[in-house]
T-cell receptor, first 116, second 110 residues
Framework: KAGVTQTPRYLIKTRGQQVTLSCSPISGHRSVSWYQQTPGQGLQFLFEYFSETQRNKGNFPGRFSGRQFSNSRSEMNVSTLELGDSALYLC???FGTGGGFIVEAFFGQGTRLTVV | GIQVEQSPPDLILQEGANSTLRCNFSDSVNNLQWFHQNPWGQLINLFYIPSGTKQNGRLSATTVATERYSLLYISSSQTTDSGVYFCAVGGYNQGGKLIFGQGTELSVKP
């Protein structure tokens, strides 16, 4: 079956612009989580969506937002880009349950964002 | 929140050698996964192992949940094993949130 698909793979944006990244989870998976990876901070959790609702949120400013559609596809948006937002953004999908029990998470190939 | 510590941070091996990577975590977890990050950045699933022992070819993993640690064993290492290995844990009532360690960078020399 198809894996987790993230688009675009690479992106270059200018400071102050906004960007939208997309993630299509594995068919049947209802939980989508987003992570930011930078050399200095490592892999950090941004937020998780389950059944179109944000279920969990990491410690990031409000410029980082997301949403999930009825087909479980998710988008994340970063507004007013800063140089420090340059990172690899990874999306994970898992077969979560409404009770919060999560099994194995699978990651997409990531979107590498460069802010200049 | 849960803290995750991996050791060693770096490891250099000759091809054919064995290695053990360790992951310590600070609280009870209901999810623990080991990943290998390929040169293009994708996290490749190695093991989903909140407890017990699993083996997959030359790789095996053990998690002792009561003592809050997990070990990843790589036997007869190959140059293709090079890369960064991450341990990630999920806490109870945390949904899909995974907390990652800082990784172990493995370099296998021919």
């Amino acid at each position: 079956k198809a894996g987790v698909t993230q688009t675009p793979r690479y992106l270059i944006k200018t400071r102050g612009q906004q960007v939208t990244l997309s993630c299509s989870p594995i068919s049947g998976h209802r939980s989508v989580s987003w992570y930011q990876q930078t050399p200095g901070q490592g892999l950090q959790f941004l937020f998780e969506y389950f059944s179109e609702t944000q279920r969990n949120k990491g410690n990031f400013p409000g410029r980082f937002s997301g949403r999930q559609f009825s087909n479980s596809r998710s988008e994340m948006n970063v507004s007013t880009l800063e140089l420090g937002d340059s990172a690899l953004y990874l999306c994970a999908s898992s077969f979560g349950t409404g009770g919060g029990f999560i099994v194995e998470a699978f990651f997409g190939q990531g979107t590498r964002l460069t802010v200049v | 929140g849960i803290q995750v510590e991996q050791s060693p941070p770096d490891l250099i091996l000759q091809e054919g050698a064995n290695s053990t990577l360790r992951c310590n975590f600070s609280d009870s977890v209901n999810n623990l996964q080991w990943f290998h990050q390929n040169p293009w950045g994708q996290l490749i699933n190695l093991f989903y192992i909140p407890s017990g022992t699993k083996q997959n070819g030359r790789l095996s993993a053990t998690t002792v949940a009561t003592e809050r640690y997990s070990l990843l064993y790589i036997s007869s290492s190959q140059t293709t094993d090079s890369g960064v290995y991450f341990c990630a844990v999920g806490g109870y009532n945390q949904g899909g949130k995974l907390i990652f360690g800082q990784g172990t960078e493995l370099s296998v020399k021919p």
